[in-house]
């Protein structure tokens, strides 16, 4: 039961972490929902981030995991809820890798660092330590390693505003 009470306390505290992050701005025109590939016209999204995610969809899994006593979460720890959390910054950095995109690269930065707190003061901070099951590093991927990594796969969007950057 201690095992129980302690994983609901923890998931508990990780979904109110993601709500007050959902609450900023950026994150609402940004991350709070699955990025829509065809509604934004860059139909190439799916073969540059191969395991989309967003705060929207992590939320909505902690809040069914809360309705159900956690007995169906979709997440079993928090480190699981910070793997999720983390692989949205990373697609977003993946994704949005040319010089053109860099006022959405600095906004997931800045989400993240907002997150990051929200984290710490949910006494969460020791659960995001020693990541090695994530993808990336506390600074997402390094840019030189992101424009490998994607190469020439991306379309020229240069059309598309710089807001309207993806997750």
Excluded at 72 to 89: N, Q
Excluded at 97 to 102: F, L, P, Q, T
Excluded at 157 to 163: C, H
Aim: charged letters at 30%.
């Amino acid at each position: 039961m201690g095992t129980s009470t302690a994983k609901s306390s923890e998931l508990s505290r990780a979904r109110k972490a993601v709500a007050a992050t959902m609450k900023l701005k950026m994150s609402k025109l940004l991350f709070n929902q699955p990025v829509d590939p065809e509604a934004l016209g860059i139909p190439n999204y799916r073969d540059v981030v191969k395991q989309p995610m967003d705060l929207g969809t992590i939320h909505s899994r902690l809040s069914v995991g809360e309705q159900q006593k956690w007995q169906r979460c979709e997440y079993k720890t928090a480190r699981e809820v910070y793997r999720d959390v983390s692989l949205v910054w990373d697609n977003c950095v993946l994704y949005n890798s040319r010089e053109v995109d860099k006022p959405t690269r600095e906004a997931a930065l800045e989400v993240k660092a907002v997150f990051d707190q929200n984290w710490k003061e949910a006494g969460l901070d020791e659960v995001s330590e020693g990541r090695a099951d994530t993808q990336a590093s506390s600074d997402c991927l390094p840019e030189s390693s992101v424009s490998q990594t994607v190469g020439t796969a991306q379309g020229d969007y240069s059309e598309l505003a710089p807001e309207i950057g993806t997750a």
